[in-house]
Protein backbone atom coordinates (compact mmCIF):
# COMPACT_ATOMS: atom_id res chain seq x y z
CA UNK A 1 0.00 0.00 0.00
CA UNK A 2 1.44 3.55 -0.93
CA UNK A 3 1.31 6.95 0.78
CA UNK A 4 -1.66 8.80 -0.01
CA UNK A 5 -2.46 12.49 1.28
CA UNK A 6 -6.57 13.12 1.61
CA UNK A 7 -6.56 17.06 1.76
CA UNK A 8 -10.56 18.61 2.66
CA UNK A 9 -10.86 21.98 2.63
CA UNK A 10 -12.54 23.20 5.49
CA UNK A 11 -13.05 26.88 7.09
CA UNK A 12 -12.06 27.92 10.19
CA UNK A 13 -13.37 31.87 11.34
CA UNK A 14 -14.49 32.44 7.81
CA UNK A 15 -11.13 31.38 6.13
CA UNK A 16 -10.55 28.57 4.02
CA UNK A 17 -7.43 25.92 5.19
CA UNK A 18 -6.75 22.47 4.08
CA UNK A 19 -7.21 19.39 6.91
CA UNK A 20 -4.54 16.74 6.16
CA UNK A 21 -5.31 13.05 6.35
CA UNK A 22 -2.58 10.54 6.26
CA UNK A 23 -3.19 6.73 4.51
CA UNK A 24 -1.23 4.21 4.26
CA UNK A 25 1.88 1.66 5.64
CA UNK A 26 1.72 1.87 9.68
CA UNK A 27 5.37 3.10 9.66
CA UNK A 28 4.65 6.10 8.11
CA UNK A 29 2.22 6.81 11.15
CA UNK A 30 4.52 8.06 14.18
CA UNK A 31 2.46 10.35 15.65
CA UNK A 32 -1.20 11.95 15.28
CA UNK A 33 -1.06 15.38 16.02
CA UNK A 34 -4.83 16.55 17.33
CA UNK A 35 -6.03 20.28 17.47
CA UNK A 36 -7.53 21.07 21.06
CA UNK A 37 -9.54 23.68 19.17
CA UNK A 38 -11.51 21.90 16.40
CA UNK A 39 -11.26 18.36 15.15
CA UNK A 40 -8.07 18.53 12.95
CA UNK A 41 -5.54 16.40 12.79
CA UNK A 42 -2.54 15.87 11.17
CA UNK A 43 0.89 13.22 10.93
CA UNK A 44 3.42 16.29 10.46
CA UNK A 45 4.32 18.21 13.08
CA UNK A 46 4.89 21.11 10.94
CA UNK A 47 1.69 21.18 9.22
CA UNK A 48 -0.23 21.25 12.83
CA UNK A 49 2.18 24.03 14.43
CA UNK A 50 1.02 26.40 11.38
CA UNK A 51 -2.68 24.89 12.01
CA UNK A 52 -2.39 26.15 15.81
CA UNK A 53 -1.28 29.47 14.90
CA UNK A 54 -4.91 30.06 13.26
CA UNK A 55 -6.18 29.57 16.67
CA UNK A 56 -3.81 31.26 19.17
CA UNK A 57 -3.43 34.15 15.89
CA UNK A 58 0.69 33.87 16.33
CA UNK A 59 1.90 35.42 13.48
CA UNK A 60 5.69 35.30 13.50
CA UNK A 61 7.09 35.49 10.11
CA UNK A 62 7.30 39.88 9.94
CA UNK A 63 7.35 41.97 6.57
CA UNK A 64 10.09 44.12 6.39
CA UNK A 65 9.07 46.59 4.41
CA UNK A 66 5.36 47.18 6.05
CA UNK A 67 3.73 46.03 9.25
CA UNK A 68 1.93 42.74 7.61
CA UNK A 69 2.63 39.35 9.23
CA UNK A 70 2.04 35.78 8.38
CA UNK A 71 1.90 32.91 10.17
CA UNK A 72 3.84 30.65 7.47
CA UNK A 73 7.30 31.80 6.05
CA UNK A 74 5.60 30.46 2.72
CA UNK A 75 3.06 33.40 2.90
CA UNK A 76 5.55 36.32 4.02
CA UNK A 77 7.86 34.98 1.13
CA UNK A 78 4.92 36.01 -1.19
CA UNK A 79 3.44 38.62 0.23
CA UNK A 80 7.44 40.17 0.12
CA UNK A 81 6.53 40.00 -3.86
CA UNK A 82 4.17 42.57 -3.90
CA UNK A 83 6.37 45.52 -2.60
CA UNK A 84 8.16 47.10 -5.47
CA UNK A 85 11.24 49.54 -4.74
CA UNK A 86 12.38 51.89 -6.98
CA UNK A 87 15.63 53.16 -7.10
CA UNK A 88 17.20 56.45 -5.85
CA UNK A 89 19.55 56.96 -8.06
CA UNK A 90 17.85 56.21 -11.27
CA UNK A 91 14.46 55.34 -10.50
CA UNK A 92 14.84 51.58 -11.65
CA UNK A 93 12.21 49.37 -10.10
CA UNK A 94 12.84 45.84 -8.31
CA UNK A 95 11.09 43.48 -6.23
CA UNK A 96 12.72 43.40 -2.56
CA UNK A 97 14.88 45.46 -0.66
CA UNK A 98 17.91 42.58 -1.63
CA UNK A 99 17.27 43.01 -5.12
CA UNK A 100 17.57 46.98 -4.73
CA UNK A 101 20.89 46.47 -2.52
CA UNK A 102 21.80 44.29 -5.89
CA UNK A 103 21.13 46.52 -8.30
CA UNK A 104 23.11 49.84 -6.17
CA UNK A 105 26.20 47.89 -5.65
CA UNK A 106 26.25 46.41 -9.12
CA UNK A 107 25.29 49.76 -10.40
CA UNK A 108 26.03 52.51 -8.50
CA UNK A 109 29.33 51.95 -6.45
CA UNK A 110 32.29 53.61 -6.88
CA UNK A 111 33.40 53.55 -10.90
CA UNK A 112 30.56 52.44 -12.15
Request: glycine share 6%.
Amino acid sequence: VGLVTEVLESTLGGRAYRQETLRGTPQHRNKLYKCSYCEYMTYFSTNFKNHLRRHTGEKPFKCTECSYSAITKQRISKHLLTHVLVCPVCSHSVKGRSDLNQHIAANHQYGN
